[in-house]
């Protein structure tokens, strides 16, 4: 069974520029969920998408946004890049009928904002 | 609010001997518990997880974690290093919810070097 896949790996992006992030979960997943992890602050919880809706929300400013498509597949969009947004982005997809059930995580993408 | 506490951000050992790694969370209910383990330039893999029943539960690569409601802690252990254990570990936990995703709180994580 194919793992989480995320794209692009990395990105270089500058400053008031906006960015898309891709995260195809395991099959038969609904639920994905993406988290920040810069060395500051750690590992941070973004959003998570079920069946197309969020479900929940950390505490991000609204540049940062997400959706997912009916296949699963979710986007994160960053709009108007800040430097303090670069970091690594993970997506993380699980079954999610209950939150004891394993989140699995992709490889992530490295965003680096000039 | 939840929170988790990991003591020492950074461990070493010498091969062969034993790996602990300190969590403390903050919970007013005790939360699901889980321990993450980062190798570089990779994402999360799940060591374990609480959820209920047994304290004392068995993950993968030899690793296991108890947890103590009256400490609020669920430290990670393994009896005996290996060179290949080198990495981050995170410690984390989400609020007992049904029908719904686990928000993840993580701790700052404990990066564990293993010397020959």
């Known amino acids: 069974k194919a793992g989480v896949t995320q794209t692009p790996r990395y990105l270089i992006k500058t400053r008031g520029q906006q960015v898309t992030l891709s995260c195809s979960p395991i099959?038969?997943?609904?639920?994905v969920s993406w988290y920040q992890q810069t060395p500051g602050q750690g590992l941070q919880f973004l959003f998570e998408?079920?069946?197309?809706?969020?479900?929940n929300k950390g505490n991000f400013p609204g540049r940062f946004s997400g959706r997912q498509f009916s296949n699963s597949r979710s986007e994160m969009n960053v709009s108007t890049l800040e430097l303090g947004d670069s970091a690594l982005y993970l997506c993380?997809?699980?079954?999610?009928?209950?939150?004891?059930?394993?989140?699995?995580f992709g490889p992530g993408t490295r965003l680096t904002v000039l | 609010a939840q929170s988790v506490t990991q003591l020492g951000s950074h461990v070493s050992v010498s091969e062969g001997a034993l790996v602990l790694l300190r969590c403390n969370y903050s919970?007013?209910?005790?939360?699901?518990l889980f321990w993450y383990v980062q190798y570089p330039n990779q994402g999360l893999q799940l060591l374990l997880k609480y959820t209920t029943g047994a304290t004392l539960v068995k993950g993968i690569n030899g690793f296991e974690a108890e947890f103590k409601k009256s400490e609020t802690s669920f430290h990670l252990t393994k009896p005996s290093a290996h060179m290949s254990d080198a990495a981050e570990y995170f410690c984390a936990v989400t609020e007992r919810v049904y029908n719904q995703g686990g928000k993840l709180i993580f701790g700052q994580g404990t990066e564990l070097s293993v010397k020959p």
């Open positions: 099959s038969g997943h609904r639920s």
């Open positions: 998408y079920f069946s197309e809706t969020q479900r």
């Open positions: 993380a997809s699980s079954w999610a009928t209950s939150s004891y059930n394993e989140q699995f």
């Open positions: 919970s007013s209910v005790p939360p699901y």
